[in-house]
Structures are given as structure tokens and as C-alpha cells.
């Protein structure tokens, strides 16, 4: 009895100390855990509060406050990863170093770019939308350095980067399941689901590259801001850019797929350009 405790004992501690053990163990937690917690507990208590009591004065108040339970819970997702994989096993930023002025500035230029040519930003940009806007950010800039940040540096280091990037891109596509059944109305295995599925794969394999590209996790983690706010396109009713119908992409996606890569490889060549002229000038050991 106490041998096969011990060696029971040793097997979980060696499995704890394997970074994939981890990552399995982190994203089952997030994607099934907290999702079942905050959809059938922690939102619809929450909405009943600020919607269905008189606690509250104003109906604008409350639709201020709603989202704070979700950038709360994204919160706690991203540390779970910081203390569970990311800080044990100091992992290493997944592209390296990416410095300079020139790819500073134009990493901004092209935020500012894209921020405003989406014209539904401009009439959002309001104080009792300004937790709305800040929600998305924090969903973005969480799902981004846990995606393509923590879990693709893991799978990268064992599987290579070709396997990492598929092996999340399917991950991320599935820990979305809760809204493609709960809030998207979506049946378990239908069409609808495998459709919603596939665009969240195309999603993450797309962004996968605009990281790769442009080095950069807030760059995508932007882009990820404005995808998520695509349902308050229509109901603004401005066009995008670009309108043609696709019954299996939204136009939106496509839109930001394009402005994302091009916006890539501006960077990119920003960043080429410094490091190129810094070896010229003998700043940079190859």
C-alpha cells in the first residue's frame, strides 16, 4: 500500500511538473469550469440584479456595470495561466524581441489607422459604452497571450510551429462552445455549431499568422477588440468597405483578416528595417 501511494504520488507530481499537463489541466478549467460557472451562475445572477431590482436608478447605470463580471472572469482566466504555466516554467516570448522606434510608431500608426476607418468606433466612443469598448480589449489582450502567446510557445518547443499553430487554433475554436450553444442558440453537433466552429478555426489560423508576422500580441489582441464587436455593426447599419455576401464568413471577419495581414507586414517591415540597419552599423550580434 505505501509503495503503490508512492509511486501514485511520484507519477502526479511528475505529470505536474510537465508543462502539456499543465496546459491541459489550465484549458480544461477555462474552457469548461469557468465558462459553466459564469453562464449558468455568475450572468444570469448578475443580470437579475441590475436589471430585474430597483437597486439601481438608472437603466444606463446598470448596462455599465453588466460586463464587469466578464472582465473580471477573463481576468482570472489569464492568471490561472501566468501562475499554472507560464511563471513555473519562465517561458520565453514566443517571437523573440521586437524593438525599435520605427516599429513602435508604426505599430500605433496602423491602430490608429484602423480605428478610425471602422466607423461605428467613432459613435461608440461614449462614457456609458466606454466599459463595452474596454471589456472587448481585455478579452482580446487575454484570449491573444493565452492562444497565441503561452500555448503556442509550449506546443511550439515540443510539436514544432506548424503543429502549434493548428493544435490551437483548434483549441481556441473549441473553448468558444459555450457561445456558439448558449448565447449563438446553436444545437450541440448541427450545422450551425460545426459552421460557427469552423469560423473560429479560420480565426484563430488567420491571427496565428498576424502574430507570427508582426510579432506582436497587442496588434491581434486589437484586431480581436473590433471583431468582437461586429454584432454592433449591423445594428448601427454602416457598411463595411468592402459588401459582398458570404453565407459562411461574415464580411467583417474578412475585412479584418485584410486589414490585419497588411497591417502585419508594416510592422514587419519595420522591424526588418531596424534590425538590418542596426547590424550595418555593427548594434547587433548575428
Not at 17 to 43: H, K, N, W
Not at 157 to 167: C, F, P
Request: proline share 5%; glycine share 6%.
Amino acid at each position: 500500500m505505501v509503495v503503490g501511494s508512492w509511486v501514485r504520488r511520484d507519477t502526479l507530481t511528475r505529470l505536474w511538473d510537465s508543462a502539456m499537463f499543465r496546459v491541459l489541466v489550465a484549458y480544461l478549467i477555462s474552457t469548461l469550469g469557468i465558462p459553466a460557472l459564469a453562464f449558468f451562475v455568475i450572468y444570469p445572477y448578475t443580470y437579475r440584479i441590475l436589471h430585474a431590482t430597483p437597486l439601481l436608478p438608472s437603466r444606463n447605470l446598470s448596462n455599465f456595470l453588466l460586463p464587469i463580471p466578464q472582465d473580471i472572469l477573463y481576468g482570472a482566466i489569464t492568471l490561472l495561466f501566468y501562475f499554472v504555466v507560464y511563471r513555473p516554467f519562465h517561458l520565453r516570448p514566443l517571437l523573440g524581441k521586437a524593438t525599435g522606434a520605427r516599429r513602435l510608431i508604426m505599430l500605433w500608426l496602423c491602430i490608429v489607422i484602423v480605428f478610425v476607418a471602422v466607423s461605428p468606433f467613432r459613435s461608440m466612443l461614449t462614457v456609458s459604452n466606454g466599459i463595452g469598448i474596454l471589456t472587448f480589449m481585455i478579452t482580446g489582450l487575454s484570449e491573444e497571450w493565452i492562444f497565441r502567446g503561452v500555448l503556442t510557445r509550449v506546443f511550439k518547443d515540443r510539436l514544432g510551429i506548424v503543429w502549434a499553430v493548428l493544435i490551437v487554433s483548434v483549441l481556441f475554436a473549441v473553448s468558444h462552445w459555450a457561445e456558439f450553444v448558449i448565447v449563438g442558440g446553436q444545437k450541440p453537433f448541427s450545422q450551425g455549431y460545426f459552421i460557427a466552429l469552423g469560423q473560429a478555426l479560420l480565426f484563430g489560423l488567420v491571427f496565428s499568422i498576424i502574430v507570427w508576422r508582426s510579432r506582436s500580441i497587442l496588434w491581434a489582441a486589437f484586431l480581436h477588440c473590433i471583431a468582437d464587436w461586429q454584432p454592433y455593426y449591423k445594428s448601427l447599419g454602416r457598411p463595411w468597405m468592402l459588401d459582398f455576401h458570404i453565407p459562411w464568413l461574415e464580411i467583417g471577419y474578412v475585412q479584418i483578416y485584410l486589414m490585419g495581414l497588411i497591417g502585419a507586414e508594416l510592422i514587419r517591415f519595420s522591424t526588418d528595417f531596424t534590425l538590418t540597419k542596426a547590424r550595418r552599423k555593427g548594434f547587433v550580434d548575428i
